[in-house]
């Protein structure tokens, strides 16, 4: 509620794990959207995942490589892979781009 990036990150992890609160998809992709928009990179990894796999949101593959790139900017190691296997495979929305996954996986 006060805007703490962390707490709003840790707090959605417990409303998509359903631990120590009921399970709600909803509210745990609220929560990583805020702490997301303030550069938290996990959150920008967690959000990214929402428009992935759908839960919460609406599959969004042109906002999950956004995010996944801006976690990634940040030298988030799960990012980074996550985006070498988008260019490497031609996945995600992206052209397949094998320099650029090489790139993405140093």
Do not use: S
């Amino acid at each position: 509620e006060k805007g703490w990036a962390g707490a709003q990150y840790n707090l959605g992890m417990c409303y998509l794990t359903g631990i120590g609160t009921a399970h709600d998809e909803k509210k745990a992709a609220k929560l990583f959207r805020k702490a997301a928009k303030q550069g938290l990179a996990e959150a920008q990894l967690a959000v990214g995942r929402c428009f992935q796999l759908g839960p919460g949101v609406v599959r969004d593959e042109e906002e999950k490589v956004k995010l996944y790139k801006q976690a990634a900017e940040q030298g988030l190691a799960e990012a980074q892979v996550a985006l070498g296997e988008f260019h490497e495979q031609g996945t995600g929305g992206l052209a397949q781009n094998d320099k650029e996954a090489a790139r993405l996986y140093r």
